[in-house]
C-alpha cells in the first residue's frame, strides 16, 4: 500500500492566475497519476507523470495548460495554469503497483471565480 | 477507446435493504476491475477484481467479476446510511502506452435513508 499526502486541499482562485498542487508518496513509485473530478462527473485522467521523462498527457490535456513535475520518484506537481471557471474541479494524484489497487491522494477541491 | 459503464446512475433505498451495483467494460490488455467508494473527494478502495467467478467480500459488500460478459457487480446487504456515497467503478488497463491507466465509469449514486 501506499500513503499519499496532497495539498492544498481545496483553494479558491482568481481566473487568470495558477496553482501547483503537490503530491507526495511515502515509498518510491515508477508511475504516478493526475485525475481531474468535475463537479457531478466522474474521474478523468488527465495525464501519466513519469519520473525522469516527460509526462503523457490524455486526450483533450495539454502540458501548457496542466504542466507536470515529477523531480524523483516520490514527489509530483501538477500547475492548473491561466485557471478560468471551468477548472473548478477536485483534483487528484494517485499511484498503482503493477495493476493492483491504485491509491488516491486526499484530493485538491479547486475553485476559480 | 477504454469505456466502464455503471447502472444505475442513481439509487435511493432504506436502511435494511440490499443493493446491487453494476459496470460493464470493454478495454484492451484488462488487468483488473476495482470498485472504490467516493464520499468527499478521495477515493476509497473497497475491491480488486482479477479472476472470474471469485467472490471477494468484506462485511456487508461483496464483488464478484465476469470476465466473459465483461462485467462485474457490487453488492451491499442491510445496508445502513453510512453507506451513503458515490461508488465508482474503474478498470486497469496493463498494455503498451496506457499501462497503469484507469479508466472510471460514471458512478453510481447511493443514497440510504434511515
Known amino acids: 500500500s501506499a500513503v499519499i499526502s496532497q495539498k492544498p486541499s481545496r483553494d479558491i482562485c482568481q481566473r487568470g492566475t495558477s496553482l501547483t498542487i503537490q503530491c507526495q508518496v511515502d515509498?518510491?513509485?515508477?508511475?504516478m497519476f493526475w485525475y481531474r473530478q468535475q463537479p457531478g462527473q466522474s474521474l478523468t485522467l488527465i495525464a501519466t507523470?513519469?519520473?525522469?521523462?516527460?509526462?503523457?498527457?490524455e486526450s483533450g490535456f495539454v502540458i501548457d495548460k496542466f504542466p507536470i513535475s515529477r523531480p524523483n520518484l516520490t514527489f509530483s506537481t501538477l500547475t492548473v495554469s491561466n485557471m478560468s471557471p471551468e477548472d473548478s474541479s477536485i483534483y487528484l494524484c494517485?499511484?498503482?503497483?503493477?495493476?493492483?489497487?491504485?491509491?488516491f491522494g486526499q484530493g485538491t477541491r479547486l475553485t476559480v471565480v | 477507446e477504454d469505456k466502464v459503464v455503471q447502472s444505475p446512475l442513481s439509487l435511493v433505498v432504506h436502511e435494511g435493504d440490499t443493493v446491487t451495483l453494476n459496470c460493464s467494460y470493454e478495454?484492451?490488455?484488462?488487468?483488473?476491475l476495482l470498485w472504490y467508494k467516493q464520499e468527499k473527494k478521495a477515493p476509497t478502495f473497497l475491491f480488486m477484481l482479477t479472476s472470474s467467478g471469485i467472490e471477494k467480500k468484506s462485511g456487508r459488500l461483496s464483488s464478484i467479476l465476469d470476465k466473459k460478459e465483461l462485467f462485474s457487480i457490487l453488492n451491499i446487504t442491510a445496508t445502513q446510511t453510512g453507506d451513503s456515497a458515490v461508488y465508482l467503478c474503474a478498470v486497469f488497463n496493463a498494455g503498451g502506452t496506457s499501462y497503469g491507466k484507469l479508466t472510471f465509469g460514471q458512478g453510481t449514486i447511493l443514497t440510504v435513508h434511515p
Open positions: 478495454v484492451t490488455n484488462f488487468r483488473s
Open positions: 515509498s518510491q513509485v515508477t508511475m
Open positions: 507523470a513519469n519520473q525522469g521523462s516527460e509526462a503523457t498527457y
Open positions: 494517485s499511484v498503482g503497483f503493477q495493476g493492483t489497487e491504485a491509491f
